[in-house]
């Protein structure tokens, strides 16, 4: 069994905590909100840290799962942490951080005796639960391969996809579609609904038809129930959006869709939906059309 910090006990994060405490492994976690730590270590059995630093120093594996690149730049590469962190130490970025960042914390963290790996995932709280996260992984291949049995306390599969940088362009891709078909099905259910269509039944016939998907599936109660418990930010989406629109840019591809998907979106968090689940924007675009955002 292995020694892991968990840097990051967020929504995401504290599930993969509390898996790894379930599998056997000692964790060690820390957040900027202790209780959110001491929550998680509650649940997991491990401990909390004070700092990052006192997180990874005794750690065989340290898993980052924070809010975006900068805050996980400023979190791995603090002297303090590179200070502490023993030789060849795992240093697993679990988080959509960005493809600079991933190609910025692979040099830096190479440089300081450790191995970086670049490893974005795809799924929700619930399939942390299930053990059914997909793990798109790249970076050191030998820390990929080491971290790997730890990571399948949560993970269906840990898919290797090259040098660091290729899993967080990997993730930027998924999400488009996931943050488009978010986009498609709000506009969809706010155009049905406005024509006097249930809401219940619109979604029926979603399930029903060529577009049930699983996101379709699984999302269904937070489209409907303001009261579902979120799972991914609008804000959070808004940030991988741009993301998603520079990392397009830079790389040449026409990305009209998703331009068209970020622009809504951040019109929706500048009406106050930031905070709201993913499915809530089609309750802002139901709310716009009403003249009442």
């Not at 340290?62 to 975006?68: F, R």
Request: glycine share 8%; with cysteine; charged share 20%.
């Amino acid at each position: 069994m292995a020694d892991v910090a968990i840097l990051g006990t967020g929504r995401m994060g504290g599930a993969m905590a509390r898996k790894l405490g379930e599998a056997g492994h000692h964790v060690i976690a820390w957040n900027r909100t202790v209780a959110a730590a001491e929550a998680v270590v509650a649940d997991s059995g491990g401990v909390v840290a004070a700092t990052p630093a006192a997180a990874v120093a005794s750690a065989d594996l340290v898993i980052s799962m924070l809010a975006d690149g900068p805050t996980t730049r400023a979190v791995l590469l603090d002297p303090d942490l590179l200070e502490v962190l023993r030789p060849r130490t795992v240093v697993c970025d679990m988080a959509t951080s960005g493809v600079a960042a991933a190609r910025e914390l692979d040099a830096a963290l190479t440089a300081a005796g450790a191995r970086f790996v670049d490893a974005p995932v795809s799924g929700s709280v619930p399939t942390i639960a299930a053990g059914q996260l997909l793990v798109m992984a790249s970076g050191d291949r030998s820390g990929v391969d080491e971290a790997e049995p730890v990571l399948r306390a949560f993970a269906k599969k840990v898919a290797y996809l090259g040098e660091a940088g290729a899993g967080q362009a990997m993730k930027l891709a998924v999400n488009l579609v996931v943050f488009t078909l978010n986009s498609a099905l709000s506009e969809a259910l706010t155009i049905a609904t406005s024509a006097g269509v249930a809401a219940d039944a619109v979604y029926d016939i979603f399930q029903d038809s060529v577009i049930a998907a699983p996101f379709v599936n699984y999302k269904r109660a937070a489209y409907l129930d303001s009261s579902t418990p979120v799972a991914m930010s609008l804000a959070l989406t808004l940030k991988d959006m741009n993301l998603i629109t520079g990392f397009a840019n830079e790389r040449g591809v026409d990305a009209v869709v998703a331009e068209a998907v970020r622009d809504e979106v951040a019109r929706a968090c500048a009406n106050g939906f930031g905070d709201a689940d993913m499915a809530g924007l089609a309750r802002f675009l139901d709310s716009e059309s009403k003249g009442t955002p």
